[in-house]
């Protein structure tokens, strides 16, 4: 029983049925069995708000009157995917709806996909904070999000002709049933000028002038939590002109400058930048950075002071910043300038007060994403900041100097401002007082490798706080079948928020042959629809009794899916050498985005897909052999595609991938990781045993030592493996229908392979044999699925954000 089914309101179908029919009538001015499906998702989506609105506005009530700390992630991505079913769930109207719609003859799953899929993230990292909204909320304490309203999300991919072709999408053409515009709220952004100095009242003044000021305008999501009354925000920024139109200029003729700064202010929220490993030394994307930081920080600050007299004291106390990669780490310099030119305090009050609010998460090591901007540019484009950072760097390398006197090449390098451009990530680590990375090898690299010079003086400050996903929306939402069947079998104490370790208790049902046997039917319902899903979208036929072994992630050469792609190849060229010889049916499956201008990527794409056609179309492959790559992967199919796997392909090269969440969606799915040590994949294996997952391929430490040494040498790999000879050949020699792959074999070949594609080619195939062979007896895959769904409760995002709470925000 849930906290809405006690009220004396509460829904049931009865009221649901009534309400719903009278609602479709209201907006469409047709009877219920004339209106069409958008009208139905529309009152549907109306009354999910009704019911919300309430809720929402008691808790930004409460939340205005109360001293609980409140939570702020700053983030440039929110990767929430369609809300409508989760919303339903949260209220506790989860068997009503579906029920209540069948029995007026209309189709929940129809209903549902009407609602576009807001794709303001690239992957990952804006996903991650999804999840993190979810499960704060679904914990019942304030955590709200802050970023950008993009007016495009990120492209939809079509494939044509095998390649990736980008489509702009425009998710609010027909407008957005979850958000409410705030315009009383809006704030100015200003850009550009100068700073100018001057005594005011005995006291230096900055004063910024001639200035560009572009209007920000909040938007607010509602972020419900499972079963209870807590409702917080999500609050996505719009960029507006402050003057709507140029009157003086049209009137005067000029007709182009009248409308000129409207597009130039709107254009910073236009679109979401579709590369999410990647320098984007663009000036757009830094005004795109600066201005949700600037306009957050205005709003929190302006509330909190009208909370407490009119004064910032106290604000560490009562408020959390969290710094979500570096794309909003001018949150660190912004506060300093309120705290300083704006309130008047003294720089070392507004320092301690600034890095102990802020807090840091770093998602990635490589090193063309860690953010550098030039020092011009940001001089340019935000004068007083770009000032701030200055003195930042100023004060803290005059402190180490003091401290170190004889480390100068150590606090060279840890400077924010060196070699004509500002670190990022320096700034946001100096200015913090916890950094995290978000997996346990994640975090030791930080500490090692990438920022071993900041642990040297400040190891207190960094944490490990290990990534995790919500399973509400990743596997009771997207598999309904797989919780229900738990649930019948252990009840739903796992169900519950924070609760989802209580699977351990399915691991006393992993040698149990009813259970096996009934997880085998859910995994083959589910690879059924998936099947029916490839067959209308792609017009191929998968055969759901083979295995689904599925790698859906960003398109990138870290992540190898060139590495499966090859194996493949040479799967297909056993297969037509011995046509007869025994083979366990596979379907290999793919998804994922290449970012636009990342030509190598969008080529492993075309590869996949050449191949695919090569072998779809092959009558030796029937039944046994298909590759299928599905496209525009976003969340929404990425909750068909996880329940329907068996085999999780994580395959990055060790040491690269700063996590992964995929990895953890597959585990609580039942489907089996084949996996490098790498990332979150490590804490999978000491979680389920070394029994239930298959690991292969060069360990970090090696990756490491091979690098240090200048790599390794891919032509010798190269000569002792006659299979791995005649796959790369073909990879140029027209056999995959005439195309040719130039670029990769370069790569691998004479460029030395910086990704070791080549060097773990022999232990991959090895493990993929391996796992075919096991899966033939179904016993023991079963006792594999099953152990991995019990061991997959500690990879809740609940856990993560309880760790947050305890280790770094310190909530009691
Ligand atoms: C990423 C990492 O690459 C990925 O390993 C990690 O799981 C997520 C969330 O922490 O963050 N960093 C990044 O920029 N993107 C990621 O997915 N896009």
Redesign the pocket.
């Known amino acids: 029983m849930n906290i809405f089914q006690e009220t004396e309101n509460k829904m049931t179908k009865e009221k649901f049925k009534r309400d719903f029919k009278k609602k479709v009538e209201e907006l469409s001015s047709e009877k219920l069995e004339n209106s069409t499906t958008k009208f139905q998702y529309e009152a549907l989506a109306q009354m999910v708000m009704e019911n919300i609105n309430p809720i929402w506005a008691e808790n930004r009530r409460l939340n205005r009157i109360n001293t609980d700390k409140q939570i702020y992630f700053f983030s440039i991505e929110f990767l929430i995917g369609r809300l409508l079913r989760l919303y339903i769930n949260n209220l506790g109207w989860e068997d009503i709806v579906p029920d209540g719609l069948e029995e007026l003859g209309l189709d929940y799953d129809n209903i549902l996909a009407c609602e576009h899929d807001p794709a303001l993230g690239?992957?990952?990292?804006g996903r991650?904070m999804a999840c993190f909204l979810d499960s704060a909320a679904a914990l019942d304490f304030p955590a709200h999000g802050n970023g950008i309203r993009y007016k495009y999300g990120l492209f939809q991919q079509k494939i044509v002709n095998h390649e990736q072709v980008e489509v702009a999408d425009n998710w609010l053409k027909h407008g957005y049933p979850f958000e409410i515009r705030q315009p009383e709220k809006s704030v100015v952004v200003k850009y550009g000028g100068n700073v100018r100095t001057e005594m005011v009242n005995g006291k230096l003044t900055f004063i910024h002038e001639n200035y560009e000021p572009v209007l920000a305008v909040p938007y607010d999501v509602p972020v419900s939590g499972y079963h209870n009354k807590t409702v917080n925000s999500l609050r996505l920024w719009d960029a507006q002109p402050v003057d709507d139109f140029d009157l003086n200029a049209f009137n005067e003729g000029h007709f182009l400058k009248a409308v000129q700064s409207k597009s130039q202010a709107e254009s910073i929220s236009q679109v979401l930048y579709p590369s999410?490993?990647g320098f984007e030394g663009q000036l757009l994307r830094l005004k795109q950075e600066y201005f949700f930081v600037c306009a957050g920080l205005k709003r929190i600050v302006r509330r909190y002071k009208k909370q407490h007299q009119g004064s910032l004291d106290g604000f560490s106390d009562k408020i959390c910043i969290h710094i979500n990669?570096t794309h909003p780490a001018m949150c660190v310099p912004e506060f300093m300038r309120i705290l300083v030119d704006e309130e008047n305090y003294g720089w070392d009050e507004a320092w301690d007060m600034t890095v102990k609010s802020m807090s840091f998460t770093n998602?990635?090591v490589l090193p063309e994403?860690l953010e550098k901007w030039p020092v011009d540019m940001m001089q340019n484009l935000l004068p007083r900041i770009y000032m701030i950072i200055e003195e930042i760097n100023r004060r803290f390398l005059e402190e180490m100097n003091g401290k170190y006197p004889n480390e100068e090449a150590r606090n060279y390098n840890i400077s924010i401002i060196k070699d004509g451009q500002v670190h990022m990530a320096h700034l946001a680590i100096i200015g913090s007082h916890s950094v995290n990375g978000?997996a346990e090898l994640h975090s030791k690299i930080l500490r090692e490798e990438t920022f071993k010079d900041f642990y040297a003086i400040y190891p207190e400050r960094f944490h490990n706080v290990t990534?995790g996903v919500s399973q509400r929306r990743f596997m009771m939402a997207a598999n309904q079948e797989l919780k229900n069947l738990i649930c019948d079998t252990i009840g739903d104490k796992w169900t519950q928020p924070g609760q989802m370790e209580a699977l351990k208790d399915l691991e006393k049902y992993a040698s149990d042959s009813d259970f096996q046997k009934q997880l085998q039917g859910v995994k083959y319902h589910n690879k059924e629809r998936l099947a029916k899903y490839i067959k209308e979208h792609l017009n191929v036929t998968v055969n759901p009794h083979s295995i689904f072994d599925i790698q859906v992630k960003?398109i990138h050469e870290y992540k190898r899916q060139l590495l499966n792609a090859l194996h493949i190849m040479h799967v297909y060229n056993q297969l037509c050498a011995n046509p007869n010889a025994d083979f366990v049916p596979k379907t290999y499956i793919f998804a994922g985005k290449a970012a636009p201008s990342y030509y190598f990527a969008k080529q492993v794409i075309k590869l996949i897909n050449v191949i695919a056609d090569k072998i779809n179309h092959d009558p030796l492959t029937k039944d046994k052999l298909s590759v299928v790559f599905i496209p525009n992967f976003n969340v929404s199919s990425a909750e068909l595609i996880y329940p329907a796997a068996e085999i999780s392909e994580q395959i990055s090269t060790a040491g690269k991938?700063?996590?992964?969440?995929g990895n953890m969606k597959f585990m609580m799915n039942g489907a089996v990781t084949l996996g490098t040590m790498d990332?979150a994949n490590i804490e999978i294996a000491e979680h389920v045993g070394m029994d239930n997952i298959y690991t292969f391929g060069l360990s970090a430490e090696e990756v490491a030592n091979y690098n240090h040494n200048g790599g390794y040498h891919s032509v010798d790999v190269l000569q002792q493996n006659p299979d791995l000879q005649k796959v790369m050949n073909q990879l140029i020699d027209g056999s995959l229908g005439g195309d040719t792959f130039h670029t990769i074999y370069d790569a691998l070949v004479l460029n030395n392979d910086t990704y070791f594609v080549l060097k773990d080619f022999a232990s991959y195939c090895d493990i993929q044999d391996q796992s075919s062979r096991d899966y033939l007896n179904h016993h023991s895959w079963q006792k594999k699925s099953i152990m991995n769904i019990a061991n997959s409760g500690i990879f809740s995002s609940d856990r993560s954000i309880a760790e947050y709470q305890k280790d770094i925000w310190k909530i009691k």
């Open positions: 690239n992957g990952g990292l991650l999410d490993h990669d998602h990635t994403a978000v990534n960003r991938e700063a996590s992964g969440t990332g």
